[in-house]
């Protein structure tokens, strides 16, 4: 019992190494990141010099293990990561998520020896960049449907499908595919594949001309005969559902840190205008409507966050974390979204214009709602848990 007690301690002091993290990562994202967020939301251009630069100084690998070339820091400095770019550009955020919680974290936690020594060491390193190909376009939430299969040919699967909604899509170097090498099994029967983007076969659709992260290159990734040697399927043959399920839970700290940054900057935003607005003789900040509306959103914030830390620390500690990510990204991710709004009605008309950061954050907000588990299943899970709590409380 006491060392399920002190495993469970959270801390609420950031050490040296985390407070430099979130120093260092907000000047970068401010010198770098900031104004050029509004030139990619308009032309869609993938922001590769921008991973480029995290790659110079080791945000690529924060998280992965150090014999790897990674940081070997943990949950919550990711989570860090995180909120601080999203704060400015939730685009270049996202980008960074994927590639580091989605693709890498997963080949460090499943991945022999060959693979990580064959892939770990270069994303680590920022000299490739990641993706995860889960969704189809008729299986987002319901990935055991999935129609992409997997059929085995000596010492190689022939993978065929398209994977839909892919977040780095066309610009990523690696893909972690899942596809299906029994369908009789269900979701017992999908396998976890690593796939190069030079491999023959892989294609891309057009880019999705998205309401928000517009430069994020989303778009399908397309499986036609790839030949894959079976040293690169992660895990197990058979384990796909699982690897896919557990590494849905972790990524959904970044999305919830995500979403987080955005109602951060939005609020900064507002906050920073109504300092500014003058109207009936005086600046806005002083009128009760708008104080209201920034409490609210400053106090909600603060408990967003401490959610996030939460599931990062029980993460770190080895202890069940699923309802806590999923808490966390349904609080933050309509959290987001709430900011938003709120700062695109204290900007007024301003809110509604590009002259502002108002309405691309209003914009990027909503897709947090929906990518990694969608809101309605972000709640499905909570509940599932907290039944789970019960009966195991009943029995004992």
């Known amino acids: 019992m006491k060392e399920l007690l002190e495993k469970q301690t959270l801390s609420f002091r950031f050490t040296e190494e985390q407070e430099m993290l979130r120093k260092t990562v907000r000047e970068i994202s401010e010198e770098n990141f900031k104004e050029k967020a509004r030139e990619i939301d308009k032309t869609h251009r993938f922001p590769r010099e921008n991973f480029e630069l995290l790659a110079k100084l080791g945000m690529t690998g924060l998280t992965l293990p150090e014999q790897y070339g990674g ?41 022999s020896d060959f693979l990580k020594d064959k892939y770990l060491k270069k994303l680590a390193k920022g000299e490739i960049l990641g993706a995860y190909c889960l969704s189809e376009t008729g299986s987002g939430s319901d990935a055991a449907n999935m129609l992409t299969r997997a059929t085995e040919k000596g010492d190689f699967y022939i993978l065929n499908g398209t994977k839909a909604w892919i977040t780095n899509g066309s610009e990523a170097d690696l893909y972690i595919v899942f596809a299906q090498t029994n369908p009789e099994l ?12 030079n491999m023959s076969g892989v294609s891309f659709g057009k880019l999705e001309d998205k309401l928000g992260i517009r430069a994020s290159a989303t778009c399908q990734v397309r499986l036609d005969n790839v030949k894959v040697p079976k040293e690169n399927i992660l895990g197990n043959v058979g384990d796909g559902f699982k690897i896919a399920m557990m590494t849905l839970d972790r990524g959904r700290i970044g999305i919830a840190s995500q979403a987080i940054g955005i109602a951060q900057g939005s609020y ?50 080895g202890l069940d974390f699923t309802k806590h990510s999923a808490i966390a990204k349904l609080f933050c991710s309509e959290l987001a979204t709430k900011a938003a709004n709120k700062a695109v009605q204290i900007l007024g008309g301003y809110g509604y214009t590009t002259e502002y950061d108002a309405e691309r954050f209003y914009r990027d907000a909503k897709i947090t709602e929906i990518y990694e588990g969608t809101s309605e299943i972000q709640r499905i899970v909570i509940a599932k848990n907290i039944i789970k709590e019960l009966t195991e409380n009943i029995d004992k």
């Open 268 to 317: 900064d935003l507002a906050v920073s205008y109504a300092k500014e607005r003058d109207a009936f003789g005086q600046k806005i900040i002083n009128f009760q409507a708008i104080q209201f509306m920034l409490v609210e959103i400053a106090t909600e914030i603060e408990a967003g966050r401490l959610l996030i830390y939460q599931a990062a620390n029980r993460y770190d500690q």
């Open 186 to 197: 269900k979701h017992k029967g999908i396998t976890a594949f690593l796939v190069e983007k």
């Open 71 to 111: 940081g070997g820091m943990d949950c919550i400095s990711y989570a860090i990561l995180i909120e601080e770019i999203a704060r400015v550009c939730a685009t270049t955020s996202v980008i960074i998520a994927v590639h580091l919680s989605l693709c890498s974290m997963p080949i460090a936690k499943f991945g």
